[in-house]
């Protein structure tokens, strides 16, 4: 099976050509139908052509961060049939024995701490990686690290978005982990995202 995990998804990529709001040339915002309001039905899509391509991995579990990556995970759980568990951050009291990490807050700067239980991600699970945005890939690596501390598999990342310009993908892969992606960011600038075109 020779699955592209990175073919551009059209829906999404002219979506975000046309409605998505840029700030100067680091943030894209789609808050309308992914990160404030979100719709069911295109989320659900965007899940499917993200479980279709993570199929072949065979995850037993998907794992995301809180608040932003739950909606995208649970679609792609949802559709493969797996549970998802989602590191905490606003209410870290969670089960021990925890592992936890503090990143850069990307958004909102500062910090912040993620928190796992290893009640819900172990030894024997084979572990796929869900996440709204990828930009500097410190949510990702710090997810990928409590994962392979609990004893699991990473077998891939995916996002809704990525910000080729930002250097998460290599970060990732310099891991050993392969990156999936539904939308691919080459430039910001001029109140416009520049996006890799889908085949036609
Ligand atoms: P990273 O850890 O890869 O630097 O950033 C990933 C996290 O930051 C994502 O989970 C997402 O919540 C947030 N993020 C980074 N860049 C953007 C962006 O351009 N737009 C939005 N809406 N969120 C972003």
Redesign the pocket.
């Known amino acids: 099976m020779n699955i592209n995990l990175t073919a551009p998804y059209g829906p999404l990529v002219r979506r975000i050509e046309t409605e998505a709001t840029v700030i100067g040339d680091?943030?894209?915002?789609i808050d309308h139908f992914l990160?404030h309001r979100i719709e069911p039905g295109f989320i659900t899509e965007m899940g499917r052509e993200l479980a279709r391509r993570l199929a072949q991995f065979e995850p037993s579990v998907i794992l995301t961060?809180e608040a932003?990556?739950i909606a995208p995970g649970l679609v792609v759980a949802q559709a493969l049939n797996v549970a998802l568990v989602y590191a905490k951050k606003y209410a870290p009291q969670v089960e021990s024995p925890a592992i936890s990490r503090v990143?850069p807050s990307?958004?909102k700067g500062g910090e912040t701490k993620l928190v796992l239980s290893q009640r819900y991600i172990v030894p024997r699970d084979r572990v796929v990686i869900v996440?709204?945005?990828?930009?500097?890939?410190?949510?990702?690596v710090a997810l990928i690290e409590m994962a392979r501390e609990a004893g699991a598999l990473v077998l891939c990342t995916s996002f809704i978005v990525e910000?080729r310009f930002k250097p998460?993908h290599a970060a990732i892969e310099a891991l050993g982990v392969p990156v999936a992606t539904l939308a691919q960011v080459e430039a910001l600038g001029n109140g416009r995202a520049v996006l890799t075109q889908p085949e036609s």
């Open positions: 680091q943030v894209l915002k990160n961060a932003s990556g990143i990307p958004t996440d709204d945005f990828l930009s500097n890939g410190r949510t990702a910000k998460g």
